[in-house]
């Protein structure tokens, strides 16, 4: 179905239509979207945002989530955006878990140049390395190096030939991956992991701690992991041309796949997220791609890199709540492109 009008929400800085003119970075031109109680600053809704923001707080598969936030937006900023529930806003700055490794791949892809990567590289990229991690210690304390990180007080990571070619859903690729390229950086001050990564990616995300571990322990807000969103479908980085390449099953019972979260049916995993798919008459299609975060923070960018969307929540007490955000997602977004409410 057609969507015929770009969000009608009105921020403090001016309408909110195409343009980020005077508007300040591209994190905050949206950012007072969710403030807003739903209904009252929103114009007439197309067809595809009744039946999303029904499907929100009506389908089973969102209902049980909890508070959160949501948008879809495409290479010029948000569609629709709308908070469910209270507390949870654009702004809302949260622990995002795994969505931390897409950022991770993608700043460092930016730093070598997609041609310059080596095959070891790529290997620690797309989980098939044999690095695993023995901890899942998040290596929050303050003052902590990426090296440190990797060592036996925290992570331990360590090589496991038998696993060298296969793959294993793990932090520890990553972890040695930043020790030998940025080991000595720290959370926060001078020299931290933030510096690095928004240096490379063009964002504000804020520094933690725990960002220590670049497969896990980064912090953002929904508006800022747009910023990173928007950039890549607008082809700004060196990995936006290159979400397909050096994918490996990453589904149970898939050829060479030693250990994965995932539970939709075939997935592919390529340099830091996941590749989502669903058959067609028979035949496996792909549909986007995703870096859903253990707590619940889920990113998402369709085949065609012309779409983004970002559901975001944080629950740290659950169980495999990265695949509930990416269920409900995927009601929303089909409501929306269909505009039929989806149970």
């Known amino acids: 179905m057609k969507q015929h009008t770009r969000t009608a929400f009105i921020p403090a800085c001016g309408l909110l239509a195409l343009g980020l003119i005077g508007c300040g970075t591209e994190e905050d031109a949206f950012a007072s979207v969710a403030e807003a109680p739903p209904g009252t600053s929103q114009a007439a809704l197309t067809a595809g945002e009744q039946a999303a923001l029904t499907t929100a707080n009506t389908s089973a598969s969102c209902t049980p989530l909890g508070n959160f936030y949501w948008e879809i937006g ?32 993608g700043a460092y892809v930016q730093s070598r140049g ?65 020790l030998d390229d940025i080991g000595a950086r720290r959370g926060t001050g ?30 953002s807000s ?25 994918a490996v099953p990453a589904w149970p019972g898939g050829a060479n796949v030693s250990s994965t979260p995932w539970t939709g049916g075939e ?6 997220h996941w590749i989502e798919g669903e058959p067609v008459n028979g035949v496996w299609t792909l549909t986007g791609h995703s870096s859903a975060g253990a707590f619940g923070f ?6 065609a890199r012309n779409r983004y969307m970002v559901l975001a929540r944080s629950r740290q007490l659950g169980d495999e709540e990265g695949e509930k955000s990416r269920a409900c997602a995927q009601a929303i977004r089909k409501a929306y492109d269909l505009g039929v409410a989806q149970p």
Not at 158 to 169: E, M
Not at 267 to 272: P, V
Not at 298 to 303: C, E, G, K, R
């Open 267 to 272: 997935a592919y995993y390529g340099l830091g």
């Open 190 to 219: 001078l020299a931290s992991v933030m510096d690095w990564l928004n240096a490379q990616l063009g964002t504000t995300l804020p520094e933690s701690d725990s960002a220590v571990a670049p497969a896990g322990g980064f912090s």
């Open 114 to 178: 997609y041609a310059n990567l080596t095959a070891d590289e790529k290997k620690r990229l797309n989980f098939t390395s044999g690095y695993i991690d023995e901890n899942t210690t998040l290596c929050g304390d303050a003052g902590t190096t990426v090296s440190e990180c990797y060592g036996s007080a925290y992570k331990n990571v360590t090589y496991r030939p038998l696993q060298n070619g296969r793959f294993f859903y793990n932090g520890g690729h990553m972890q040695k991956l930043a």
């Open 74 to 105: 495409d290479g010029a900023g948000p569609l629709y955006a709308i908070p469910r529930g209270s507390g949870v806003t654009a702004t809302t700055v949260m622990p995002i878990a795994s969505a931390s490794k897409w950022l991770y791949a």
């Open 298 to 303: 889920y990113p998402w960018v369709n085949a």
């Open 222 to 246: 929904a508006a800022q992991y747009r910023v990173f969103l928007m950039k890549l479908i607008n082809n700004q980085y060196a990995l936006s041309s290159q979400l397909t390449v050096d």
